[in-house]
């Protein structure tokens, strides 16, 4: 039963949503801000001018002497000329009793809440300052109480403002804005839309390119164009996609050598076996001779199969500060208990490495091993280790001289690979894996094997290590 895929959403969606969550964030900030300190200005305003709308009434009153309340109100009311949200009215014993002569604004007379309210608030004979809401609308009012001569009667002016109609302005204003901030955010959602898929699309090519490429096809790569940071991960998955590829095909070249190199014995042993007289006992004993010494060889192939494959992980490889000294004297001293061979220590470096010893060792033994296979019987075997400067660098060479039939040029670089061996005049013994794995734990130290050679003289081979490698060195190649 197949797995249903997860519903998910695209970074390209993410980005622009995102990206317009912030924009419409920005606007709605800015404008609300821009919205209230404008309101709050115009109101400020509005409470300004009742201020000084008291203040004039103030000067009406004191400057000549009015026989009646009603005269003083009219007077006011004459004077003082409303804005254009603005409405005035005099009240007279808590009754509507002088209104404008001409038209206003705003009309109060036939305001009853407002009026009733002002009676109420005035009754104690102060100046009120207030906000009044009703079925009209919100209204920013002055409610003054005046007195004049011995009139008896109690006089109310009354001053007060639209606060709807001064803030309509406002109002437009910032509905206008919320249609621009809309239409910006449709374009800026269009542009980011475009553009994101502009940048993104290395990912979708990564993505496609990805699903196209098997087991059995790691040739595509993906093209690479900029020098942004999703360039830089297609150049990474390009390289990741190499090393892929690389190790698929060893992979599959190192069953296709297993199997011609298990091949030649099982094909011996079976046709051995299909021939053979059991009643014979001369030939069972030899049958089962050949048949153990071809099962040692492919117990060998194996083992040597398994070590490589062991020495191929970089993550076993332990790198620490070695004294090259000590190091030398120690695979001297192993190697001389090995009998019928005069080995001979020529050089010792006097130094400090950043390597691998038992991996070291482990390279600096498979030569060994094979000088002591291949070389001339009764003649020395030299091993040594030197520091030396090669192109502004320093680097350790541990090598292994034998004096034995040497090698011939045309097949320096074939002994390296894997299941090669030089038979002509150096033996048949062997899987053909030692220098391949003394070749892959020098790479592991980022070093380099040298061979030099010559027929009816002798090899040398030198293991070349960077002296100042670091910890983080193989670290990073290890995480690669």
């Not at 109060?108 to 002002?118: E, G, N, T, W, Y």
């Not at 691998?356 to 000088?371: E, H, K, V």
């Amino acid at each position: 039963m197949s797995r249903r895929r997860p519903v998910t959403v695209s970074v390209r969606v993410r980005i622009l949503a995102a990206m317009l969550i912030v924009a419409a964030a920005g606007m709605t900030i800015a404008g609300g801000s821009a919205f209230l300190v404008q309101r709050e200005r115009v109101l400020a305003q509005v409470d300004q001018r009742l201020n000084d709308t008291a203040t004039r009434l103030h000067s009406i009153a004191t400057e000549k002497q009015y026989g009646s309340v009603r005269d003083l109100l009219t007077a006011a009311i004459q004077q003082i000329t409303p804005d254009t949200n603005e409405g005035i009215l005099g009240i007279i014993d808590g009754k509507s009793a002088v209104v404008p002569g001409s038209q206003v604004g705003v009309s109060l007379q036939k305001d009853s809440a407002l009026i009733s309210r002002v009676n109420r608030e005035t009754r104690a004979g102060s100046v009120v300052l207030g906000t009044d809401v009703g079925s009209r609308g919100a209204f920013r009012y002055l409610a003054v109480p005046v007195r004049a001569g011995g009139d008896s009667a109690t006089g109310v002016y009354v001053a007060a403002y639209s606060i709807d109609a001064e803030l309509w302005p406002i109002a437009q204003a910032f509905r206008t804005f919320l249609l621009v901030a809309a239409a910006a955010l449709l374009a800026v959602g269009l542009v980011g839309w475009f553009v994101a898929g502009r940048l993104l699309r290395p990912l979708r090519v990564l993505r496609d390119t990805a699903r196209r490429i098997t087991g059995s096809d790691l040739v595509e790569r993906i093209p690479v164009a900029g020098g942004d940071d999703v360039s830089e991960l297609t150049v990474t998955v390009n390289e990741m996609l190499d090393r892929l590829q690389a190790s698929l095909e060893g992979q599959r070249q190192l069953l296709d050598d297993v199997g011609h190199e298990l091949k030649t014995p099982i094909t011996i042993l079976r046709g051995q076996l299909e021939l053979l007289d059991v009643e014979d006992p001369q030939q069972v004993a030899q049958i089962r001779t050949l048949a153990i010494d071809e099962l040692d060889r492919m117990n060998m192939l194996v083992a040597d199969i398994s070590l490589l494959a062991s020495v191929q992980r970089l993550s076993e490889v332990t790198i620490e500060p070695t004294d090259v000294r000590s190091l030398t004297e120690t695979v001297f001293r192993k190697l001389s208990a090995i009998p019928k061979r005069d080995w001979r220590l020529v050089q010792t470096a006097d130094a400090v490495a950043n390597l691998d010893p038992a991996r070291i060792t482990q390279a600096w033994f498979q030569l060994a091993a094979n000088a002591n296979r291949h070389g001339t019987p009764g003649l020395p075997i030299e091993i040594g280790s030197r520091i030396v400067e090669d192109l502004g660098g320093e680097f350790l060479e541990l090598w292994v001289t034998d004096f034995g039939p040497g090698i011939p040029p045309e097949a320096h670089e074939r002994i390296f690979e894997r299941f090669r061996r030089e038979e002509e005049g150096r033996g048949e013994s062997g899987a053909g894996l030692g220098l391949a794995i003394v070749t892959t734990i020098i790479h592991a130290h980022r070093g380099l094997v040298r061979l030099k050679s010559a027929p009816s003289i002798g090899s040398t081979f030198t293991l070349e290590l960077p002296l100042g490698l670091a910890r983080h060195d193989v670290e990073s190649e290890r995480h690669a």
